[in-house]
């Protein structure tokens, strides 16, 4: 649509980077964010919200360049919802991701704390991903700048949205969720990942199976899931929208697709599909039917072997995975004899790393297939002195539970970005292990949560580590001791 004039913050000098990957200044005596912009840019700002302490924006035109800014590596660039910080210096993400930890613990949560260990920066910053998870849409997205300039002028005007009729098979626009960019070549994830990504788009193109409307909820093809081993074998599952023949796609269109995947591809070693009929995209409680080959993908790690499934939680960065776990357990201070709790445990990883250094070990975890994953792991690393529980750990935690399972020395959370349930840390107020070890994702939730458990512990240990290159997020273990 038309830029309104009156919307303009003109020659704003960018300050410094922000929460969420956004950037931030200060206009009037009121912080403006900017998305994707770098400190020491400066520019014309095109205001999109006004709140009453605060002014949300983006680029209008970029006047001067910061010093810090690099080039993009990847085409897609700006409009794709991944890799908002590829114009930075991987050094300076890792300067800025410390400072977000700094801040958050510090500010947010208001705690007391040691010095912070440098940042572990991850060895791979292209092709670290071990999952990727693309949408199919039959309307895929064109940038504005690669429209013809009538439709440019139609744009503007209101007249058209900035989108065309073609199948795309990608990721979400930023910030649309019925909006899919086709992505040609993605550095997320190694070879094969983009070739197979591209031979089912040409396929399904080929054979005229429709893909799927976000918003009518129609069509066959709904989304496609790619894992990788550090070996290079790959596991691929494909959701279809529909199992009945009267929609138009039948069992044939089915099979013909994921027989000819399989052919195609020797590097896959297990082959899913599943079908969805929801009108969301989430797949833990859906049927994962296996098609072909193993019935999972098996990672070394450390000397462990861990098993993976369609539906298996398993961080996406494995090399920094075991950095990850390799502190964790050094952060535990095991000498052999504790009882230890792994809270939100996943497939066990973190449990099972800790299982050779400690007398016995818990984990809980609301996600039953993650519980047979990691039960199923620790029978093939013949560990014996583990147990694995499922439930909700607000209800499984009880004091019976606790009786029966021995109280704990050390206690390791690895909640998801929405941080620990206030009951759960009131349990761990009145249980009062002798160490908990903190591994968040969300530094903020991570402050919040820490603060509940103030003064009865201090922080001793403080250690970000980056698992996801070029984006703002960043994975945090912070180490709490009791008072003596």
């Known amino acids: 649509m038309r830029k309104k004039k009156g919307n303009i913050r003109e020659g704003v000098h960018i300050e410094s980077f922000a929460a969420e990957g956004n950037a931030l200044t200060h206009v009037n005596g009121k912080v403006l964010f900017v998305s994707m912009a770098v400190p020491g840019d400066v520019a014309n700002v095109r205001v999109l919200r006004k709140r009453k302490h605060y002014e949300e924006g983006v680029i209008d035109q970029l006047i001067t360049p910061s010093p810090l800014r690099v080039d993009p590596f990847c085409e897609h660039f700006g409009i794709c919802g991944g890799c908002r910080w590829q114009h930075v210096p991987y050094e300076k993400q890792l300067e800025f991701k ?9 500010r947010v949560g208001k705690l007391d704390l040691p010095p912070l260990l440098p940042i572990l920066g991850s ?98 093809l709904r989304t496609l899931m790619i894992r990788n081993t550090s070996d290079g074998l790959v596991m691929v599952v494909v959701v279809f929208a529909h199992d009945n023949p009267d929609q138009g796609e039948d069992h044939t269109a089915r ?102 250094h400690c007398r016995h070990v818990t984990g809980i975890e609301y996600v039953p297939e993650a519980i047979e994953d990691a039960k199923a792991n620790a029978q093939a690393n013949d560990i014996k002195n583990s147990a694995f529980f499922t439930g909700d750990i607000k209800d499984v935690l009880t004091p019976d539970f606790i009786e029966r399972q021995g109280k704990p020395d050390v206690v390791v959370l690895d909640p998801p970005r929405a941080g620990v349930h ?19 994702c969300n530094p903020a939730t991570q402050a919040r949560d820490l603060n509940l458990l103030m003064p009865h512990y201090n922080i001793v240990h403080v250690q970000p580590i980056d698992m996801f290159p070029h984006t703002h997020h960043i994975e945090n273990i912070v180490v709490a001791e009791k008072h003596e």
């Open 98 to 106: 410390q400072q977000q930890v700094f801040d958050q613990l510090s």
């Open 123 to 220: 060895e791979n910053t292209q092709a670290y991903r071990n999952k990727l998870e693309f949408t199919f849409s039959n309307k895929g997205w064109i940038p504005f700048e690669e429209l013809k300039e009538s439709q440019q002028v139609a744009v503007q005007a209101g007249e058209a949205p900035v989108i065309s009729r073609f199948p795309a098979l990608g990721f979400h626009v930023r910030g649309r969720f019925d909006r899919v960019l086709g992505i040609n070549n993605c550095y997320l994830q190694p070879s094969p990942s983009n070739e197979i990504r591209r031979f089912v788009r040409n396929y399904a193109l080929e054979n005229n199976l429709s893909f799927f409307d976000l918003r009518q909820q129609t069509g066959f």
């Open 255 to 356: 099979t013909g697709l994921l027989d000819k995947l399989q052919a195609a591809f020797s590097q896959i070693s297990s082959l899913y599909y599943m079908i969805n009929t929801k009108k969301n995209d989430s797949l833990f409680d859906l049927e994962a039917i296996h098609y072909g080959e193993n019935p999972y993908l098996t990672e070394a790690m450390d000397g462990l072997q861990f098993t993976i499934g369609p539906k298996s939680f398993y961080q996406t960065n494995t090399h920094q995975a075991a950095r990850l776990y390799r502190k964790v357990r050094e952060f535990a201070a095991l000498q052999g004899d504790e009882t230890v709790y792994d809270l939100y445990t996943g497939t066990g990883t973190i449990a099972l790393y800790l299982a050779g």
């Open 422 to 440: 206030s009951d759960v840390l009131q349990v761990l107020k009145d249980v009062a292990p002798q160490r908990i070890v903190y591994v968040s």
